[in-house]
């Protein structure tokens, strides 16, 4: 298994440009979500999906779209990029078994917005 | 409203130390779930536990555990026999689920605790 992977990892964007982060996981996985992480804290949540064409808004969604087709891909659009969403983004993917639930992260993608 | 305060923003120990990592949250709910994660140097994250508002035993994994404590709202993370490997950011984490999932819903972070072991 791959697992969780995430493209690009690294992005520099100007002001007002769009984008997609991608995310894939290989694991049959029904939820995913996306996270930011600025410097020196933890992590919010954006956006997460319980399944395919299911998703909803976490803790910070402004500025972000995005949609689950199938419940490998989750991408997150950035609709038109500003200077405040310079972070790094981190997918994950999670699995219950019984009363646990265990979550796995992509590496990660750090972008930059000028 | 939901708050999780690591007051530990950094620890320094010698290798073979045992470490605890404190966290304090706060919520209003009677279900919620508790998480540690693990964010090494090199910036992957990785899950440590997830633990439910039902369930106050405490965990053991390896070098790992948890103390959780519903009285005084803490879910404490030990480190026993330190290791240069375990030097890492930790990040202490609150959900409030009300779907099946407890991701699904909103996690609050704390701020992190950067703990630096020393050979």
């Known amino acids: 298994n791959a697992g969780v992977t995430q493209t690009p990892k690294f992005q520099v964007l100007k002001t007002g440009q769009s984008m997609t982060l991608q995310c894939a996981q290989d694991?049959?996985?029904?939820?995913m979500s996306w996270y930011r992480q600025d410097p020196g804290m933890g992590l919010r949540l954006i956006h997460y999906?319980?399944?395919?064409?299911?998703?909803d808004q976490g803790e910070v969604p402004n500025g972000y779209n995005v949609s689950r087709s199938t419940t490998e891909d989750f991408p997150l659009r950035l609709l038109s990029a500003a200077p405040s969403q310079t972070s790094v983004y981190f997918c994950?993917?999670?699995?219950?078994?019984?009363?646990?639930?265990?979550?796995?992260f992509g590496p990660g993608t750090r972008l930059l917005v000028l | 409203a939901q708050k999780v305060t690591q007051a530990q923003t950094e620890i320094s120990v010698v290798e073979k130390e045992d470490v605890t990592l404190d966290c304090v949250y706060e919520?209003?709910?009677?279900?919620?779930?508790l998480f540690w994660y693990k964010q090494p140097p090199s910036g992957e994250l990785v899950f440590l536990i997830r633990?439910?508002?039902?369930?106050?035993q405490n965990e053991i994994s390896g070098r790992y555990s948890w103390n959780f404590q519903k009285s005084t709202s803490s879910f404490n993370f030990t480190i026993t026999a330190s290791q240069v490997v375990d030097s890492a950011v930790y990040f202490c984490?609150?959900?409030?689920?009300?779907?099946?999932?407890?991701?699904?819903?909103?996690?609050?972070f704390g701020s992190g605790t950067r703990l630096s072991i020393r050979p």
């Open positions: 994950a993917s999670s699995y219950r078994q019984g009363v646990q639930e265990t979550q796995y």
């Open positions: 999906s319980v399944g395919a064409g299911i998703t």
């Open positions: 919520t209003r709910d009677t279900t919620y779930y």
């Open positions: 984490a609150l959900s409030e689920s009300t779907a099946g999932y407890s991701s699904a819903s909103k996690i609050i």
């Open positions: 694991m049959n996985h029904e939820y």
């Open positions: 633990r439910n508002s039902f369930d106050e």
